[in-house]
């Protein structure tokens, strides 16, 4: 099985240049947990996610805490989003990005999510222009019915 | 890709069969099959018949909340030759109910107004649209305009395509036709949506010298074509050498018209992008399909074979 046959044909993404805010605007219309980043050319140059974005807003240290309840000062939070929502997707997205090819054997995309623990990768064409993505859920899917071949 | 839809005002339509509809009536749907829900918004229906006709095309618009979502999935259902690019608002999607009875013969449509779109987000349609058009040969701009938009972001979206040499379908009322004419920004092909009234270019049309006199403006604009809805199932095709009035052969059901101006709009892309034919053949063609259509009362477009078998049940008649 390819890609080609689980993907979803939407390029729905955010522009480098773009906000934060827009990034998580299109991930909550869509109710995605990332969301492919473009050029001009619509080309893949990144990828961000809901997790980027909440990273960036809590403090350095949070990483070496168990819990959020030992935070200090839970409006450093909200003070911090609020500081990055005008920034440029560009300062926060994962790059170089994960992709795969539409003709990809379904199994490599399934490999490329397990190592590199991700949920969604953006599926290009040949000049790198995204033309869909391919989904954690999508697979699984296929899976369950035994077809992930 | 080929092909670039635009729908500024998508719509999640409920169609119900129901039988001798009357007006302050209680009147329950007899089974499930008869209440459908299908993705609405005449340019995601001409990205529907596209898809019968094995044409790719990208879809674009604004959608948004729990409507918007439930379009986006039904649309995905329909093909993989449909790729999706919408830009999510805060505003909830319309809801758009159509009550076909075929026993009387008579289709019933209520038509929600839409959303507000905010400044922000037609800047970002914008950009999406501009970007996707390096991708596609012909763009189809149809339907209506969310109300807290004006004709202008009609006349921005023909202005770019045609800075990029696209190719721009349209089908939509004469209220934003009028503005396009006066800004010279008239498409190549365009097909009044003449459901609410019977005007072009602002003028009434009361008989056939009115159809093909305000037709025949749009072609001196540089349109290449002008395709005019007259009498019920009859339509008249204007082009620079001429007009036509194009009949059936075959009685037309008037409740099976739901979806027949986007199957046209789809069909006279498909010829134009197989480029078989010149403009009065890519109406003509048009037609045809949606004589194919009509024998369907669901909002189902017909598939190429369907619509060949039509290829002989019109009569074409020049007019000048």
Known sequence: ?149 | MKVLTVTLNPALDRIMFIENFQINKLHRVPSFDKSILSPGGKGVNVSVALAKLGIPSIATGFLGGYMGRILIEELRKVSNLITTNFVFIKDETRENIAIIDEENHTITEINSPGPKIEEIDLEHLIRRYTMSLSRVEVVVISGSIPESLTSDVYVELVKIAKEKGKTIFMETRDKHISVLYNKGAVPDFIKPDFRMEYSLLGKELKDLDDFISQAKKLIDAGAKLAVLSYQVDKDIIVVKDGAWIIKPKVGVDISHVLGTGDTYTAAMVYRYLNGVGDALDIGRYGYIAALAKTKKARKDPPTLEEIEEFADKYVLERVI
């Open chain 1, 1 to 149: 099985m390819k890609v080609s046959d689980v993907m979803i044909y939407d390029i729905s993404a955010v522009f480098e240049d773009e906000t934060v805010e827009r990034a998580v605007n299109i991930m909550a219309g869509h109710v995605i947990s990332g969301v492919p980043v473009v050029d001009e050319d619509m080309k893949v140059v990144g990828f961000i996610t809901e997790t980027d974005i909440m990273k960036a807003s809590i403090p350095s240290y949070f990483s070496l805490l168990q819990s959020a309840s030992f935070l200090p000062d839970t409006d450093q939070f909200m003070k911090n989003i609020s500081r990055i929502k005008d920034h440029k997707v560009s300062e926060y997205m994962s790059k170089p990005p994960i992709v795969v090819k539409a003709d990809s054997p379904l199994i490599y995309a399934a490999d490329l999510m397990i190592r590199h623990n991700i949920k969604t990768i953006p599926v290009v064409d040949d000049e790198n222009r995204l033309i869909g993505v391919v989904t954690k859920m999508g697979i699984l899917k296929v899976a369950l019915e035994g077809e992930l071949k």
